[in-house]
């Protein structure tokens, strides 16, 4: 018999009952699939204080940051993390058009990287490099939300 998923586990109901570290939602990329990634995006340029990305809302694309920092705010808790250099934000609500559990705001001026969520989709198919990285980085998550709020 097939097992069917706890649809009642909901990670975001449990942010308010102790700090989280946020590192697991962001996606630290190597070198070789930083640069691929480029190719895909539209860069963009940020100054420090502007919001990128808002908490409860379904992203159309994901963030890579070049330069400066950011930092992410997850919904319903006073947990933040400062992010810098290579970060991929918002590659799995991107892909999974999950709405965002955290807010991502500039700290410094950024030049930051916009990735479409269609581009990333193109980006898994055709590069093989970047494919793997990206599900290395999303199991890693996927490994540490579980163990965070198990």
Same mark, same amino acid.
């Given at each position: 018999?097939?097992?069917?998923?706890?649809?009642?586990?909901?990670?975001?109901?449990?942010?308010?009952?102790?700090?989280?570290?946020?590192?697991?939602?962001?996606?630290?990329?190597?070198?070789?699939?930083?640069?691929?990634?480029?190719?895909?995006?539209?860069?963009?340029?940020?100054?420090?204080?502007?919001?990128?990305?808002?908490?409860? *809302?379904?992203?159309? @694309?994901?963030?890579? +940051? =070049?330069?400066?920092?950011?930092?992410? %705010? /997850?919904?319903? $808790?006073?947990?933040?993390?400062?992010?810098?250099?290579?970060?991929?934000?918002?590659?799995?609500?991107?892909?999974?058009?999950?709405?965002?559990?955290?807010?991502?705001?500039?700290?410094?001026?950024?030049?930051? *990287?916009?990735?479409? @969520?269609?581009?990333? +989709? =193109?980006?898994?198919?055709?590069?093989? %490099? /970047?494919?793997? $990285?990206?599900?290395?980085?999303?199991?890693?998550?996927?490994?540490?939300?579980?163990?965070?709020?198990?």
């Amino acid at each position: 018999m097939i097992e069917l998923p706890d649809r009642s586990f909901n990670p975001r109901n449990k942010v308010t009952d102790r700090a989280v570290p946020v590192r697991p939602l962001i996606f630290h990329l190597d070198e070789a699939a930083g640069s691929r990634l480029l190719s895909y995006g539209k860069p963009m340029l940020a100054a420090a204080g502007e919001r990128l990305m808002g908490a409860d *809302e379904v992203p159309r @694309r994901a963030l890579f +940051l =070049l330069t400066g920092r950011a930092s992410l %705010h /997850l919904l319903n $808790s006073s947990s933040s993390d400062v992010f810098g250099r290579s970060e991929l934000i918002g590659f799995a609500e991107a892909i999974s058009r999950r709405p965002m559990c955290y807010s991502v705001v500039a700290e410094s001026d950024c030049r930051i *990287e916009m990735i479409d @969520r269609g581009e990333l +989709l =193109l980006a898994i198919t055709k590069d093989d %490099h /970047l494919r793997l $990285s990206l599900i290395l980085a999303l199991s890693t998550e996927i490994q540490e939300i579980y163990r965070l709020f198990a």
